[in-house]
């Protein structure tokens, strides 16, 4: 309510850009960032802000899957440990991702599996470090598999070309585990909140590709899709 002498008046003003679970001040001076949110979340452009605040609830050593819409110094990101996907292979009891810790650049739009190391409802993210906010869903590639970004609420259904060879991301709930967990074949009804990552087998692997190395080792993983294991570890 703005009062100027004897008149008074009520205006009403919007003093953010909203990108779904992204909001942006209009001055870029601060970009709040809803990870709990399951709203369609959508940067199109880059945009520089000042700051960033971001809320999502974790739980001390139960990983989990996350997806940062920009780049960051990974020694400015204190609250827990960032792990990205680093191929499949083989081991005494059944199929296994690995994973390698990220001690140096977080990279935007790039999925990663999480560790929080205390129960906290933010990230902690450098004040007055500019960083440029933008979404585009992406993916890391190993062999026939792919660890994907999301930034929509994802839901797959009877009769989904993904059904069979999707997998969610089941967190460890044994504190001492650290970083273990399982990836898990998702049926049909199963949803995936905005800013997580999914692992998928993808048949459509370009014909003649060179085979990378350590792939020769996961060669079990890329037959049929029936004979997909029901749970990676």
């Known amino acids: 309510t703005l009062k100027v002498a004897e008149n008074e008046a009520t205006v009403e003003a919007e003093f953010v850009e909203d990108y779904g679970a992204i909001q942006i001040t209009l001055d870029h001076s601060l970009a709040i960032i809803d990870g709990n949110s399951k709203v369609a979340t959508n940067v199109p452009q880059a945009i520089e802000v000042n700051s960033v605040e971001m809320t999502r609830n974790f739980k001390r050593h139960s990983s989990t899957t996350i997806t940062l819409p920009f780049t960051v110094d990974a020694a400015y990101v204190a609250g827990g440990i960032f792990c990205k996907f680093a191929g499949l292979s083989n081991s005494g009891s059944g199929a296994v991702v690995k994973l390698m810790f990220v001690s140096t650049v977080l990279q935007a739009n790039v999925p990663y599996v999480y560790v ?27 062999g026939n598999w792919q660890f994907r970004s999301a930034y929509s609420l994802r839901k797959w259904v009877e009769g989904d070309g993904e059904q069979g060879r999707v997998y969610g991301f089941i967190p460890s709930n044994q504190e001492s585990d650290g970083v273990s967990g399982k990836f898990q074949k ?37 037959s049929n899709i029936s004979d997909l294991p029901d749970e990676i570890g």
């Open 116 to 142: 929080p190391l205390r129960e906290k409802r933010s990230i902690d993210l450098p004040a007055g470090e500019t960083v440029s906010i933008k979404t585009e869903e992406s993916y890391v590639e190993f």
């Open 186 to 222: 998702l049926k049909s009804g199963s949803t995936l909140s905005p800013m997580r990552a999914y692992l998928i087998y993808n048949e459509a692997v370009m014909a003649g590709r060179p085979v990378m190395k350590g792939e020769a080792a996961a060669s079990a993983l890329r």
